[in-house]
């Protein structure tokens, strides 16, 4: 029996109902152009309420090869890109498609494999970038913040090459099956995130309405914890610092920062020290990355205390005065003793030891608030 849902209209006296009835597309392309057009009704705030995932839509019938170079041989519903640029996945069926049942996981999984192994973060930013308003959307997904466009599409080609994907199965009604092994993928798989999403549909005298549930985040709670960690904040970043001496020295530089000018944007392991110029106002330069824990390389094999900039993703003119500054911010660390030179693809950076320090806290902050300082006045 369809379920019904009801709009509560006035005060309890003169208060009315509209009652909306259950619906069931009648196309799956119907559920799909709503998908395509708005992302959100994957509803991302019941997967991760902490950090919910948003998203971009790079195509739709995104095709799938199975060999370097070659033609596709499958076509995915969906193909969409979150904040953290994770690649998912979206496969899409009315309620009473057999393939629901019997094919689909099969199939997803075959996508899966050949997608992380033939996709390619410049194919998926050149297929992007065919929408019209693809600068704004990007824009408004990353919201200002770590990454910056260039730093994103960089992110996607890591979490490709890691086989880091989420999975979506959707429709407008989940049966118990497919449910069933949802979780069960997802508590098995270590890299993958595997949801189902049901999205019904009320209709009434006044419109209709869209209900979102996610089934198998009880399953994904615990195992993708461990996988996808909250955002940091200064309390828990500073909380996340076992040693006093270092803990204080962290604060300093983070105070230094924001005296400075500079902006923080707090990750999942790091916080970053970000600033916007004038010469170069598309894109936030991050010149700085503070890990509270350490011995433990993060993004891009940053740790503990680490300072320089993205110097192999930005095409800045070399003979600029930005460039030319932030060359010199970085070589400042060449002829240290207490640092050591970042092995990093596209990074000119170098970093601090946690235990080391406490002792150069103050050459450091005073380093940082230089560049600050004469990045502004260029």
Sequence with gaps: MPERIYNLIGDRESATLNEFLEEPFSEEDALQELIARSPELLAGEQMNPEDPPRWILISREAGITDQVDGTARWSLDHALIDQHGVPTLVETKRGDSRELRRTIVGQMLDYAAHASKYWSADELRKQFEQHEDAEFRLADLLAEEEPGQEEFWNLVDTNLNAKNLRLLFVADRIPDELATVVEFLNEQMQRIEVLAVEIKQFRGDSGRILVPRVIGRLASTSAQSSRRATTLNRASFLAGIDDADVRSGAETLLDTAE????????????????????????????????????????????????????????????????????????????????????????????????????????????????????????
């Design 259 to 378: 005296a400075h000018g500079a902006r923080l944007r707090w990750g999942t392991s790091a916080v970053s020290i970000r600033v916007r110029h004038q010469l170069w106002p598309q894109e936030w330069l991050t010149i700085g990355w503070l890990c509270p824990t350490p011995g433990q390389p993060g993004w891009n094999n940053i740790q503990d205390l680490t300072f320089g900039w993205t110097s192999g993703w930005y095409d800045i003119d070399p003979d600029s005065p930005l460039k030319q500054r932030l060359d010199r911010w970085a070589r400042a660390f060449a002829e240290d003793t207490f640092s050591t030179r970042l092995e990093a693809n596209g990074l000119d950076a170098w970093w601090v030891a946690h235990e080391d320090a406490p002792a150069h806290i103050q050459t450091l902050s005073q380093r940082l608030a230089s560049v600050l300082d004469d990045l502004a006045q260029l």
